[in-house]
Nanobody, 117 residues
Framework: VQLQASGGGLVQAGGSLRLSCAQS????????IGWYRQAPGKQRDLVAR???????NYADAVKGRFTISTDSAKNMAYLQMNSLKPEDTGLYYC????????????WGQGTLVTVSS
């Protein structure tokens, strides 16, 4: 599985961005897609994850502002980010868990989101 994240950029606080994650390869083996964020000098944390049957979970910090979705026909996943805050700044990574028991984990390259105050 290969993942390609895009859609990052510079936005003012209160603005919106939509990140995209294009999947290729053995996409049929993917069980869930997640978006992670890594702020400067901090660890990489889960922002949102969507699994089979549209099971979704969000980090508390983004609930009500971010929406994760997928388009299986296009092998795409999205993260709609609204009401952005400066603390949302960071590198956003697309992640996939695949195979029986989520044996395999794949990462895309990061896309940078910068929210100015």
């Amino acid at each position: 599985v290969q993942l390609q994240a895009s859609g990052g950029g510079l936005v003012q606080a209160g603005g919106s961005l939509r990140l995209s994650c294009a999947q290729s390869g053995k996409t049929y083996s993917i069980n869930s897609i997640g978006w992670y964020r890594q702020a400067p000098g901090k660890q990489r944390d889960l922002v949102a994850r969507i699994g089979r049957g549209d099971r979704i979970n969000y980090a508390d910090a983004v609930k009500g502002r971010f929406t994760i979705s997928t388009d299986s026909a296009k092998n795409m996943a999205y993260l709609q980010m609204n009401s952005l805050k400066p603390e949302d700044t960071g590198l956003y990574y697309c992640n996939a868990l695949a195979g029986l028991g989520d044996t395999y984990e794949f990462w895309g390259q990061g896309t940078l989101v910068t929210v100015s105050s």
